[in-house]
């Protein structure tokens, strides 16, 4: 939990033990201060639900939600219809509600879709990232697909990180540009920026060997962005508490084999 309070408006329900795409929206959270129950690492109870609301069998809950299709999923309290709790998913658009709910989506409604594509591309790279152990199916063991998977990464190191780290490093250089200092947009912290630390950090410990030839090309992420907003306030908090989950066998996964050699 972020801090204390008794009964936090927001519960995130997702996997227990891994941070996965639910970080992106414990980032947000962690930075706008704002408590929450992470409900699978509270209880054994708390991963049932967590999975009953993803069962082939459901169709939605008591509240008038319809059923879900995958975590990472935020229930809302109180802001469902007549009061009851809202159950949103799909990591974009939990932050999309987010964003506006604690001023994270930028200064105005142009800010709000510049906010909102980047974090989509974020997503995007996410997925690539996760695809590149994991080329043929989810369902399979890495084990099962290495041969693929390491001329997946190659292909990723070669061809897509560069090309998603260059996209990044050309937002941050036009926004510093309009006098905006660090962050992808406008002056204040959005979630477009911790969802892009996030996936800077990610790759850090997925393929640590490969960023650090890559940092020298990208000043702007490496030497300003990343550092920066690590020390933004509520971001600093959380990494120093001890309540961020390692990184293990979630999306960000690290096989020596797949990185550089």
């Keep these: 939990m972020a ?3 008794t009964q936090p408006r927001f519960i995130i329900l997702y996997h227990p033990r891994i941070p996965g795409r639910a970080e992106y929206v414990r980032l947000a959270l962690e930075a706008a201060g704002e408590p929450y129950i992470d409900l699978a690492n509270e209880s054994k109870s708390g991963a049932r639900e967590v999975y009953s609301r993803i069962d082939q069998n459901s169709t939605g809950d008591e ?7 995958a975590p990472p999923m935020l229930k809302i309290q109180g802001a469902g219809k007549n009061g009851k709790a809202l159950v949103i998913s799909q990591t974009a658009n939990i932050l999309l509600y987010l964003g506006s709910e604690l001023g994270l989506a930028g200064e105005d409604d142009v800010d709000k879709f510049h906010v909102n594509q980047l974090a989509l591309t ?5 997925n690539e990232i996760h695809d590149s152990h994991h080329p043929l199916a989810s369902n399979l063991y890495y084990e099962d697909q290495k041969e693929e998977a390491l ?13 998603y780290l260059g996209f990044f ?22 979630y477009a920026d911790t969802s892009a630390w996030q996936v800077i950090d990610g790759l850090r410990f997925a393929f ?6 890559r940092e020298k090309d990208y ?17 600093k908090e959380y990494l120093a508490s001890g309540r961020r ?10 096989y020596p084999e797949l990185d550089r050699q």
């Design 122 to 126: 974020v997503f995007d790279f996410t």
């Design 3 to 5: 801090a204390q309070s």
């Design 169 to 190: 490093e050309r937002v941050l250089k036009s926004n510093a540009e309009r006098g905006h200092g660090k962050y992808m947009v406008g002056s204040k912290l959005t």
């Design 245 to 254: 989950i390692p990184y293990s066998n979630g999306v960000f996964r690290y």
């Design 208 to 213: 640590p060997q490969e960023l650090k030839v």
């Design 151 to 163: 001329k997946k990464a190659k292909n990723f190191r070669e061809i897509r990180l560069p090309k």
């Design 63 to 69: 509240d008038g939600n319809p059923p879900q299709f």
């Design 219 to 235: 000043p702007l992420i490496f030497t300003n962005f990343y550092p920066g907003i690590k020390e933004e306030k509520g971001i």
